[in-house]
C-alpha cells in the first residue's frame, strides 16, 4: 500500500484533524469535510497526512474506518480503548503477563487474544476501538426489491417537478401496491434521501445546473489591473411589459444585451431590442461601448452628460450563444486585437459579474415599474402585468438610461466605491491628472466591420431593405448585379452601405419624404401593421373556410348538371313525353329531335362483322 488514490471517502488527516475528501476541485487541490464541524474546505494535496493501514484476521482495514468509528463513539468507549492500548502496550512489552492483563482489562482468553491481533502502535488507541452492536451504518431490513424502487424512485429523471420527502414517499407506495409489494414507511424513504449529500439532493430537488452553481468549488477570482481590460457581455429578457407608443396596448418584454466592465463595473455599453438576441444585439452594444455617448444620449432625449464612459476592451468574455461565435464577430475583434474568450458551457460563474448585474437591475430597479413580471410566477400571482403596463419601447429606453447614470454613482460593495469613481481612478495619470481611453482612429470602418450585414439584388429601383428602397447614382452601373453585400446601423435606418468592386458605397432613402427610424422602430410599426384592427384572426379563418366550401359546393352542382345534360342528349330517342317535360331548361325539342332524325327505322338493320370471322 505504497499508493494512495485520492478518491471520494478517503479519511486523512489536515493540520491533525481527521476529514474525509469530498472530490477533486483542480490538479493540486482537493475539497474535504471537517469531521469536527462538517466544515468543507479547499486544500492543497501537499498539506494532506495519510493514514497507515493495519492488518486484522487476515484482511487489510484501513485506518480511516477507524477514524470514523472514532468520530461517532462517545468519550466512554474512547476512554475504554485508551484504557485497553495501555494494557496491551505493556504485555507487548512484556511488562505483566497474560492473567494480569486479562485481570486489569475484566475479559477472557479469546477477548485477550483479539485485542493482540487488532492492537496497532502506529494507530493507537483507535485499533481497540470496541464495535457498536446492533445494525451497522447503511444496513436495512428492507428488502432488496424496496431497496430497489426506492432507489430508482429517487435516481428517476423529472422535468419541472421538485422531489421532495413527501413526493418520493408518495411514489413509491404507489409503485409498492402496484407491486403488490408492502410499502415502507415515510420515515424509511426519508431517511435514504437525506444519506444523499446536499448536492445529491438539491440535484433532484432544482436540477443539476441549480445544484452545480450552489456547490461547486470556485477557488480563486480573475484579478484586473485596469479598467477596458476584461469585459463580460451577455442578453436577458428584461422582466418588464411595454406598450405600444398609439394604442398604448401590451406588446411584450425587450431585449437588454449589455456590456460591463470587470475592473470598475462600469456598464461600457447596452443594446436594447424587441427581437430575439442576434447579430444585431452585439453590433449595437460592442459600437456602443466603444464610443462616446453623447450623439446617442442626444437622439432620445437624455442629458448628454451622464454616461462618459467609453473604449475598446482587450478580452470580450462571452457564453457560447450563436451570435458570438459568429466568423464576422471573431473577424472584426480581430481586427482591433479584441480578443474573444468563451466560457466552459454550463458555468455561469465565469460570468458572474454581468450575471450579477443583471439580477440588481431586475430585482432593485425594473421590478418596482408598472408592468413588471416580475422574477417567477409566484412573485406575479395576482398582478396582472398587461394591464398595468404604462411605458411605450421610446419611454423605457430613457428611463434606463436614467438608471444607469444613477448605477454608476452608486456605491458598490464589491469595489468598495462607486463603478464611476472605480473608473476615474483607473484612468488617473501621475500628479492627479485625469487621462482617456483610446479612441478609434476610423469610427466609421469600426462601426462597418461590426455592422450586421443582408445580401440584397440591385434593381432599377435601387436596393430594397426594411420596407424602403435605397439609390445612389453610383448604382447606375451595377443594375442587375445579384447578393451583393449591404451592412446597416440598427440605430438609424436612413443610409445603407453597399460594397461594390470592395469599396462601401452610401445609400439613402430613395423617397427623400420617408424618415429616419430605427431598427426597432421599423420591427414594432412592421408588427403592427400585420395585425388587423377591423377584422380578427379567427374570422379571417372561418371566412377562408366558408369560401372553400362555397367552391366545393358550387364544382359538385356544376358536374350533377353537366352529367343530367349529357344523360338527355345521349338517350333521346328513348324518352317518352314524361321525360320531355323533366329535360334540362337549356336542352331544346331541336336538339332531341335532331338525334331522333339520325335513326330510319324504314331499312333492316345490317349486322356488323364478327372479330372470328
Not at 432 to 452: I, S
Request: proline share 5%.
Amino acid at each position: 500500500m505504497h499508493l494512495v488514490a485520492l478518491e471520494q471517502g478517503l479519511v486523512v488527516l489536515v493540520a491533525g484533524e481527521p476529514a474525509t475528501i469530498l472530490k477533486c476541485v483542480s490538479e493540486s487541490h482537493v475539497e474535504v469535510s471537517l469531521f469536527k464541524n462538517r466544515k468543507k474546505i479547499i486544500i492543497a494535496v501537499d498539506q494532506l497526512t495519510f493514514l497507515p493501514a493495519i492488518a486484522s484476521d487476515g484482511k487489510e482495514i484501513y485506518s480511516q474506518e477507524l477514524v470514523l468509528a472514532k468520530n461517532k463513539a462517545s468519550e466512554k468507549e474512547i476512554n475504554i480503548a485508551r484504557d485497553r492500548f495501555l494494557v496491551i502496550g505493556k504485555l507487548k512489552n512484556q511488562e505483566i503477563d497474560h492473567s494480569t492483563a486479562m485481570v486489569m482489562l475484566g475479559v477472557k482468553k479469546t477477548q485477550l487474544y483479539k485485542m493482540l491481533k487488532s492492537y496497532s502502535s502506529e494507530v493507537g488507541m483507535l485499533s481497540l476501538l470496541r464495535q457498536s452492536r446492533g445494525r451497522k451504518v447503511g444496513e436495512t431490513r428492507l428488502t432488496n426489491e424496496v431497496e430497489e424502487i426506492i432507489s430508482l424512485t429517487i435516481s428517476k429523471k423529472r422535468s419541472g417537478i421538485k422531489l421532495t420527502f413527501k413526493k418520493a414517499y408518495q411514489e413509491v407506495t404507489d409503485i409498492c401496491l402496484l407491486s403488490g409489494i408492502t410499502p415502507p414507511s415515510i420515515g424509511a424513504v426519508t431517511c435514504r434521501l437525506k444519506l444523499l449529500n446536499a448536492k445529491e439532493l438539491h440535484t433532484l430537488r432544482y436540477g443539476a445546473e441549480a445544484a452545480n452553481q450552489k456547490f461547486d468549488a470556485r477557488p480563486g477570482i480573475r484579478v484586473t489591473n485596469c479598467a477596458l481590460e476584461v469585459v463580460q457581455m451577455d442578453h436577458t429578457l428584461v422582466d418588464v411589459i411595454l406598450c405600444d407608443p398609439l394604442t398604448r396596448e401590451p406588446i411584450g418584454r425587450p431585449w437588454l444585451t449589455v456590456v460591463i466592465d470587470v475592473h470598475t463595473r462600469v456598464i461600457l455599453g447596452y443594446y436594447i431590442g424587441y427581437h430575439h438576441p442576434s447579430s444585431v444585439s452585439v453590433a449595437c452594444a460592442m459600437t456602443h461601448a466603444a464610443f462616446p455617448k453623447r450623439t446617442y444620449l442626444n437622439s432620445i432625449g437624455a442629458d448628454a452628460d451622464i454616461y462618459p464612459f467609453h473604449g475598446v476592451p482587450s478580452i470580450v468574455h462571452m457564453d457560447n450563444a450563436k451570435e458570438f461565435r459568429s466568423p464576422k464577430l471573431e473577424a472584426a475583434c480581430k481586427e482591433y486585437d479584441i480578443k474573444p474568450e468563451y466560457r466552459p458551457p454550463g458555468k455561469k460563474h465565469y460570468g458572474g459579474h454581468v450575471e450579477r448585474l443583471i439580477g440588481t437591475m431586475m430585482t432593485s430597479h425594473v421590478h418596482f415599474l408598472s408592468g413588471t413580471t416580475f422574477s417567477n410566477t409566484q412573485q406575479r400571482k395576482g398582478y396582472d402585468s398587461d394591464k398595468k403596463s404604462v411605458l411605450s419601447f421610446r419611454e423605457f429606453v430613457i428611463w434606463f438610461s436614467g438608471q444607469v447614470a444613477i448605477y454608476h454613482g452608486t456605491y458598490h460593495s464589491g469595489i468598495e466605491c462607486s463603478p464611476g469613481d472605480a473608473w476615474n481612478r483607473s484612468f488617473m495619470g501621475e500628479n492627479n491628472a485625469l487621462t482617456q481611453p483610446k479612441l478609434v482612429r476610423d469610427p466609421f470602418r469600426f462601426r462597418l466591420d461590426f455592422m450586421p450585414e443582408e445580401r440584397r439584388d440591385i434593381s432599377p429601383k435601387g436596393i430594397a431593405l426594411f420596407g424602403s428602397h435605397y439609390w445612389s447614382p453610383a448604382l447606375s452601373l451595377f443594375i442587375g448585379l445579384k447578393k451583393v453585400l449591404v451592412k446597416y446601423d440598427p440605430l438609424s435606418l436612413s443610409k445603407i452601405w453597399v460594397k461594390l468592386e470592395n469599396e462601401y458605397v452610401e445609400l439613402s432613402f430613395a423617397d427623400l419624404t420617408t424618415s429616419d427610424c430605427s431598427f426597432e422602430e421599423y420591427f414594432l410599426s412592421r408588427k403592427r401593421n400585420l395585425e388587423p384592427e377591423w377584422i380578427t384572426p379567427v374570422r379571417v379563418a372561418q371566412l377562408r373556410r366558408d369560401n372553400e366550401s362555397l367552391v366545393k359546393e358550387s364544382t359538385k352542382t356544376t358536374r350533377k348538371e353537366k352529367k343530367r345534360r349529357a344523360s338527355f342528349s345521349e338517350y333521346a330517342d328513348y324518352l317518352t313525353d314524361a321525360d320531355l317535360k323533366s329535360r334540362p331548361k337549356n336542352l331544346g325539342l331541336s336538339d332531341i329531335n335532331d338525334k331522333r332524325s339520325i335513326v330510319n327505322y324504314t331499312h333492316k338493320p345490317i349486322a356488323l362483322p364478327s372479330e372470328d370471322a
